[in-house]
């Protein structure tokens, strides 16, 4: 998947993130990547996950971006609120699979 580097016009981006455990530590690392394109526009790690952390993560996408574009997220709250405080366009949508059983 290709990383950007440059500011373009974008309908859709996913936003997520997970967590990482490296030598008893944990990380959250969020990820952006343009649908349209399948670029991954940016990925950062924190030490942290809340509202204020996701809002800066989403500030840093934007400056990629030409345009306000809709994002897709799933029900995490931190990822929401900042959305909405950002006044951002998003759909919910739940990108990992159950497990069968």
Same mark, same amino acid.
């Given at each position: 998947?290709?990383?950007?580097?440059?500011?373009?016009?974008?309908?859709?981006?996913?936003?997520?993130?997970?967590?990482?455990?490296? $030598? =008893?530590?944990?990380?959250? *690392?969020?990820? @952006?990547?343009?649908?349209?394109?399948?670029?991954? !526009? +940016?990925?950062?790690?924190?030490?942290?996950?809340?509202?204020?952390?996701?809002?800066?993560?989403?500030?840093?996408?934007?400056?990629?971006?030409? $345009? =306000?574009?809709?994002?897709? *997220?799933?029900? @995490?709250?931190?990822?929401?609120?900042?959305?909405? !405080? +950002?006044?951002?366009?998003?759909?919910?949508?739940?990108?990992?699979?159950?497990?069968?059983?």
């Amino acid at each position: 998947m290709p990383a950007v580097s440059e500011k373009k016009k974008r309908y859709t981006i996913t936003l997520d993130e997970t967590v990482v455990k490296s $030598n =008893k530590k944990v990380y959250y *690392v969020y990820s @952006a990547v343009d649908v349209e394109r399948n670029e991954l !526009i +940016l990925i950062r790690a924190y030490t942290n996950r809340n509202y204020l952390v996701t809002r800066s993560f989403l500030k840093e996408v934007l400056k990629f971006c030409e $345009n =306000k574009p809709k994002f897709i *997220v799933d029900k @995490a709250p931190w990822l929401i609120d900042a959305l909405k !405080i +950002l006044d951002l366009e998003f759909e919910h949508q739940t990108f990992r699979r159950e497990k069968p059983g």
